[in-house]
């Protein structure tokens, strides 16, 4: 049974900083891409940034610079390192597995709110 659990989102000050996990389980996390989206209130889902088995990223512009996508094979893990946040940032941010010909797999999200 393949499971995607996030963590690590909360309520953070404009400005400040959170990092976001991903512990994946029941694929071969070692071979996957894995990719961060996010959805804020009335908006489509996004794609936030995407990085490959051997560590290539890109991100979205609106993040450029202030996020930083990382893996940890070892652990199954997958990061979302984020900061100088800004109230747009705010959203429920989704870990994703693609799959090839197959609808990918989604965490269940967490939530992140960027307010003073």
């Known amino acids: 049974q393949v499971q995607l659990v996030e963590s690590g989102g909360g309520l953070v000050q404009p400005g400040g900083s959170l990092r976001l996990s991903c512990a994946a389980s029941?694929?071969?996390?070692?071979?996957?891409?894995m990719s961060w989206y996010r959805q804020a209130p009335g908006k489509e889902r996004e794609l936030v940034a995407t990085?490959?088995?051997?560590?290539?990223?890109t991100y979205a512009d609106s993040v450029k610079g202030r996020f930083t996508i990382s893996r940890d094979n070892a652990k199954n893990t997958v990061y979302l390192q984020m900061n100088n946040l800004k109230p747009e940032d705010t959203a429920v941010y989704y870990c994703?597995?693609?799959?090839?010909?197959?609808?990918?797999?989604w965490g269940q999200g967490t939530q992140v709110t960027v307010s003073s």
């Open positions: 029941g694929i071969n996390f070692s071979f996957n891409v």
């Open positions: 990085i490959t088995a051997v560590g290539g990223t």
């Open positions: 994703n597995a693609p799959r090839s010909g197959r609808l990918p797999y």
